[in-house]
């Protein structure tokens, strides 16, 4: 497994992760526009030995902010440290271009996501009540600066 940068060529293949993991999938336009949008737009991908995109994180920076769009592993891949690979790989970028904390929103319920936000200096700012539907949860604001990020070079 290797992750990269991702193209725009690569917005079926997200969009294939989209529709394994998520009950509410981002569309596919949405995807497509996202990947164009390299001023604002970062994206990287976990792609296996043949080609195939197994993951996915995503990342608008507007100044010196990032703003988490969205994570996405396929099941089978899960649990093998991928996730925090790419996410890792998305963080360091953003610090790496000038973003000095990065925000995002995880399901009260993802105590797995949780956990690894935590491990890379992630902390609960707040909650949004009813953010996510199908099954409507709440969602943690989470958010990580540069100086509390353990691996960035400061």
């Given at each position: 497994m290797i992750v990269r940068p991702a193209v725009a060529d690569d917005g079926a293949g997200i969009y294939g992760v989209e529709e394994d993991v998520f009950s509410v999938p981002w569309s596919r336009e949405n995807i497509d526009r996202d990947l164009a949008n390299t001023?604002?737009?970062?994206?990287?991908?976990?792609?296996?030995?043949?080609?195939?995109?197994?993951g996915y994180a995503g990342l608008w920076r507007v100044v010196d902010e990032g703003q988490v769009t969205n994570i996405a592993l396929r099941k089978q891949?899960?649990?093998?440290?991928?996730?925090?690979?790419?996410?890792?790989?998305?963080?360091?970028?953003?610090?790496?271009?000038?973003?000095?904390?990065?925000?995002?929103e995880v399901r009260v319920s993802n105590t797995v996501a949780i956990n690894l936000y935590r491990k890379l200096g992630f902390e609960v700012l707040s909650?949004?009540?009813k953010y996510y539907s199908e099954p409507q949860e709440d969602a943690y604001v989470m958010e990580c600066r540069k100086d509390k990020y353990h691996w960035a070079v400061h």
């Open positions: 001023d604002v737009t970062r994206y990287f991908v976990l792609v296996d030995e043949n080609g195939t995109i197994e891949v899960r649990g093998k440290g991928y996730g925090e690979l790419l996410v890792r790989v998305m963080i360091e970028n953003a610090f790496d271009d000038g973003a000095t904390v990065i925000y995002l909650v949004r009540k």
